[in-house]
C-alpha cells in the first residue's frame, strides 16, 4: 500500500495549497475512493480545471512593427499584417482555451506577466503519473469544440472526437454545441508518463477535434504535461527543472478557420476580397510562434545556470515542417546534443537547457521561408 493511499487526506491539502499558490482551478479530492480506475491504487490525486474555449480578438503583431529587426514593417511583413481594403490584417477573431478559477467561469484565471509569452496556448495542463484531470469545459465559441487529449487514458466520452468508433453514441463532449458545458475525466497511466529516453516529465498536447483542422487553425490547442510519479512538486511540474517555457510553432492558417467569414466581415472591409486570390489566401497565413509573428510576444526570460525545459510543439499541414532554433546556448533532446529542434505537424517534444550565454538570443524557425514570414521571437538569459 502506498504512502498516498494511507494519507491521501494530507496530499490532497498539500496539492490545494499548491494550487492556489499558481492560480489552479481550486479543489482536489484524493482520489482514494473516487477513481476506481487506477488513482486509488497509485495514490495519486485528481486536479481540477475549468476551461473554457472563448471568442477572443487576437492580434499577431501588437506591437506593430518588426521585433527581430528594430525596424518598423516593410513590404516584406506587410504581406501578412497590412490592414487595409480586402485585407485582413494582423488582428483575427480567435477561439482560445482560456483558464478560469472554477466551474462557475466567472473569473478568469490569472496568468503571471512571466507567462505573458505563452500567447494564445491555452493553460498548460499538469498531472503526475497516478493522477486523474477533471477538466470542466464550457464553449462560448459559435462552432462546436471540444478537448481532445494525447498520451493520457480516457473512455469514450472524454476522447473529445466524433468520428464512427464502432459504439453507436455520440456524446456530447465530443464536439460541445455552443453554451454548453461537458466534464472530461483523464487518467495519467504509467504509458502517459516519461519513457526511458525522456526526462523528469512527458510532453503531450490537447487540441479541439470536433472539426479538427478549423478548430485548430482558429487557435484551440495547449500542453499537457506528465510528470514521472514521484518526481512532481505539488503543482505537478518536474522537481529537477527550475524552469519550463512552452512554445507553439504553427502555420495559422486563418483561411481554413471556422470564423474567416466573421473576420472579413469584420476586419477586411471593401471590396469584399475575393477567397480565390492568392495574395489573400497568403495574407492568411500567419507563421507564428504561440501566436506573435515577428517577434512580437513578450521576451521568455531564464536564468543562467538554472534547469530549463523547453517544451515544444508543431502544428498545421505539410507546410508546418519547422526547426526551431537557439541562438546564443544548446540543449540536449532525449540525450542528443544540438541547438536545433525538428518539428511536424503534431510533434511534442522535450528540450533540457543549462543556459550559460547571457543576453538577449534569437529563438526561430530556420526554415528560410519562415523566417522571411515572421517565425521568429526573442528569449533572454539573465545573470
Ligand atoms: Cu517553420
Not at 32 to 49: E, F, L, M, N, Q
Not at 96 to 123: K, N, V
Request: hydrophobic residues 35%; aromatic residues 8%; proline residues 6%.
Amino acid at each position: 500500500m502506498s504512502i498516498g493511499r494511507l494519507f491521501p487526506v494530507r496530499r490532497c491539502a498539500v496539492f490545494v495549497a499548491a494550487a492556489l499558490s499558481v492560480a489552479l482551478s481550486a479543489g482536489c479530492t484524493s482520489g482514494g475512493h473516487t477513481d476506481p480506475a487506477g488513482a486509488a491504487r497509485s495514490g495519486g490525486v485528481t486536479r481540477h480545471y475549468s476551461i473554457s474555449a472563448d471568442p477572443v480578438a487576437w492580434d499577431y503583431a501588437p506591437h506593430g512593427r518588426n521585433d527581430i529587426s528594430g525596424r518598423p514593417f516593410g513590404d516584406r511583413e506587410n504581406v501578412f499584417v497590412k490592414h487595409g481594403p480586402g485585407r485582413i490584417g494582423s488582428t483575427y477573431e480567435k477561439c482560445l482555451y482560456r483558464g478560469y478559477t472554477d466551474e462557475s467561469f466567472g473569473t478568469r484565471q490569472h496568468r503571471p506577466a512571466a507567462d505573458a509569452y505563452l500567447g494564445d496556448l491555452g493553460p498548460t495542463i499538469r498531472a503526475e503519473v497516478g493522477d486523474t484531470v477533471k477538466v470542466v469545459f464550457r464553449n462560448t465559441c459559435p462552432f462546436p469544440a471540444s478537448m481532445h487529449p494525447h498520451g493520457v487514458a480516457y473512455q469514450k466520452d472524454s476522447e473529445g472526437a466524433p468520428y464512427a468508433d464502432g459504439t453507436g453514441i455520440t456524446h456530447l463532449a465530443d464536439a460541445v454545441p455552443t453554451g454548453k458545458t461537458v466534464t472530461y475525466t483523464w487518467r495519467a497511466v504509467d504509458r502517459s508518463g516519461p519513457g526511458p529516453m525522456d526526462g523528469s516529465s512527458a510532453v503531450w498536447m490537447y487540441h479541439s477535434h470536433a472539426d479538427e483542422v478549423g478548430d485548430v487553425y482558429a487557435g484551440l490547442t495547449g500542453f499537457l504535461i506528465v510528470t514521472a510519479r514521484g518526481k512532481a512538486r505539488p503543482d505537478g511540474s518536474p522537481k529537477d527543472v527550475d524552469r519550463e517555457v512552452f512554445s507553439l510553432f504553427e502555420i495559422d492558417n486563418e483561411n481554413s478557420s471556422p470564423l474567416l467569414a466573421a473576420n472579413i466581415a469584420r476586419y477586411a472591409g471593401r471590396p469584399v476580397p475575393d477567397l480565390a486570390d492568392a495574395d489573400f489566401v497568403e495574407s492568411n497565413l500567419m507563421h507564428s510562434i504561440n501566436g506573435y509573428v515577428y517577434g512580437n510576444g513578450p521576451v521568455v526570460q531564464v536564468k543562467k545556470g538554472e534547469r530549463v525545459r523547453w517544451y515544444l510543439m508543431g502544428m498545421g499541414t505539410e507546410v508546418d515542417l519547422h526547426t526551431p532554433h537557439w541562438h546564443g546556448n544548446t540543449v540536449t533532446i532525449n540525450g542528443m546534443r544540438t541547438d536545433v529542434a525538428n518539428l511536424l505537424p503534431a510533434s511534442m517534444l522535450a528540450a533540457d537547457m543549462r543556459p550559460d550565454a547571457v543576453g538577449t538570443w534569437l529563438f526561430h524557425c530556420h526554415v528560410g521561408d519562415h523566417i522571411a514570414a515572421g517565425m521568429q521571437a526573442r528569449y533572454q538569459v539573465v545573470g
